[in-house]
């Protein structure tokens, strides 16, 4: 079992920054972890996914301004978000699929699908 927390969530205007973070009790040598954005009313949709080998993959509407890292040591994922939009606000969730690389994933509907533990979720409220 995996247990993934996120901590890092508020409130911001929008243009302003925030950063996220997840720990996980334990990784595997192989996965694939990511957050994944809930707006109000809306379906989860994948935001960013990073890889045991640290390979990423971002969706086009945070591409340039989201940037996903990890700490290995610490067993800590991270999501630094810059430039938030209004449109950014929601749930975001940390989410972990062990065994396998974002690769083996064709999409963000699949890793969705697929992804075995999920964290409880941090609210993130951006303000025009």
């Known amino acids: 079992q995996v247990q993934l927390q996120e901590s890092g969530g508020g409130s911001v205007q929008a243009g302003g920054s925030l950063s996220l973070s997840c720990t996980a009790s334990?990784?595997?040598?192989?996965?694939?972890m990511s957050w994944f954005h809930e707006a109000p009313g809306k379906e989860r949709e994948g935001v960013a996914a990073?890889?045991?080998?640290?390979?990423?993959r971002y969706a086009d509407s945070v591409k340039g301004r989201f940037t996903i890292s990890q700490d290995n040591a610490k067993n800590t994922l991270y999501l630094q978000m810059n430039s938030l939009k209004p449109e950014d606000t929601g749930i975001y969730y940390c989410a972990a699929e062990m065994g396998a690389e974002c690769r083996y994933y064709s999409d963000w509907h699949s890793l969705l699908a697929t992804s075995g533990y999920w964290g409880k979720g941090t609210q993130v409220t951006v303000s025009s």
């Open positions: 990073i890889d045991n080998d640290g390979n990423t």
């Open positions: 334990r990784t595997y040598h192989t996965y694939c």
